[in-house]
């Protein structure tokens, strides 16, 4: 009966540990924010945007087809512990679109939902670089890395969002954007 109990309560210890997906440590909120008094808390740093302009790729001279691709609702999350990110995710809604439709046979692929979650941090003189790993089930995949320098109280992300699906670089894209991000309250 105690070893039960003692697996449902580490269970609970567990579970608290990790809030939306991003893993949370001690000193950590359930939000991800910094609880007080602890030295080592860890701080939810988020940034949002509604829209990054359209990217082009494809066509001449390997196909007749020309697309855009897009990102529209993007969310970056990072944990930071003193100056350190040790985790994050990042969400955003794909959209394809084929520009020349009365030349081009090939549909655009439909509008997918992708996320990415945090792999490593790299810190350098004037930057960290941040990289994370697509979901298994992201249409397109693409690889995501970011910049981070520190702003203040904030900081400033460079994303660079490069498809890594296909063998034929005609169809490869890369979104570029940067958002400034705060706590997240």
Same mark, same amino acid.
């Given at each position: ?8 309560a580490g269970l609970v210890v567990a579970s608290a540990a ?45 196909? /007749? ?8 609702? #993007? /969310?970056?999350?990072? #944990?930071?512990?003193?100056? /350190? /990110?040790?985790?994050? =995710? ?16 090939n549909p655009a692929a439909a509008p997918s939902d992708v996320?990415?979650?945090?792999? =490593?941090? &790299?810190?350098? =003189? ?49 979104? &570029?954007?940067?958002v400034q991000l705060a706590p997240k309250r």
């Amino acid at each position: 009966m105690l070893t039960r109990w003692l697996s449902l309560a580490g269970l609970v210890v567990a579970s608290a540990a990790c809030t939306n997906g991003i893993e949370t440590g001690p000193g950590t909120a359930p939000d991800g924010g910094a609880t007080g008094g602890d030295p080592q808390a860890t701080v939810t740093y988020q940034g949002k945007i509604a829209s990054v302009l359209p990217v082009p790729f494809g066509g001449p001279p390997t196909t /007749v087809c020309t697309y855009t691709q897009s990102v529209e609702n #993007l /969310v970056l999350d990072l #944990l930071i512990r003193d100056g /350190v /990110v040790i985790g994050g =995710a990042m969400q955003d809604h794909n959209v394809e679109v084929v520009t020349n439709p009365d030349a081009c046979p090939n549909p655009a692929a439909a509008p997918s939902d992708v996320s990415y979650t945090f792999t =490593a941090a &790299t810190a350098g =003189a004037d930057a960290t670089t941040i990289t994370f790993a697509g979901a298994p089930d992201n249409h397109p995949q693409a690889a995501l890395t970011v910049k981070l320098t520190p702003a203040g109280a904030t900081y400033n992300a460079a994303l660079t969002i490069a498809r890594t699906d296909l063998p034929d670089t005609t169809y490869e894209w890369t979104v &570029t954007t940067s958002v400034q991000l705060a706590p997240k309250r």
